[in-house]
């Protein structure tokens, strides 16, 4: 089973940003979708953005122009470069990989907290 290490999360003031890192512990195969999502406390986890193997990309309306997904394809890193935060974005933040072995894999999260 493949684990994916998140860094990057932390304390920023209302219009800072952040960059969040995933990297996989290990060799995921057949990598065909990457994703962000947040669970804010008491909330429902949900997407944030996405990314294709083909390099499409989707985000969540609340992110967009503000958010941008990437991969770094010589070590599998995906990231989430986040502009402009908002106290909103509070949350803990969890990466997801699908592949095609393993099949699923997700990070532990890391809390991203926006507060003056």
């Known amino acids: 089973q493949v684990q994916l290490v998140e860094s990057g999360g932390g304390l920023v003031q209302p219009g800072g940003s952040l960059r969040l890192s995933c990297a996989p512990s290990g060799t995921i195969i057949g990598i065909w979708y990457m994703a962000w999502y947040r669970q804010p406390p008491g909330k429902q986890r949900r997407l944030v953005a996405s990314m294709t193997d083909h390099g499409s990309t989707n985000y969540h309306e609340a992110v967009k122009g503000r958010f941008t997904i990437s991969r770094d394809n010589s070590n599998g890193t995906v990231y989430l470069q986040m502009n402009s935060l908002k106290p909103e974005d509070t949350a803990v933040y969890y990466c997801?990989?699908?592949?095609?072995?393993?099949?699923?894999?997700w990070g532990q999260g890391t809390q991203v907290t926006v507060s003056s």
């Open positions: 997801n990989i699908l592949g095609s072995q393993p099949r699923d894999s």
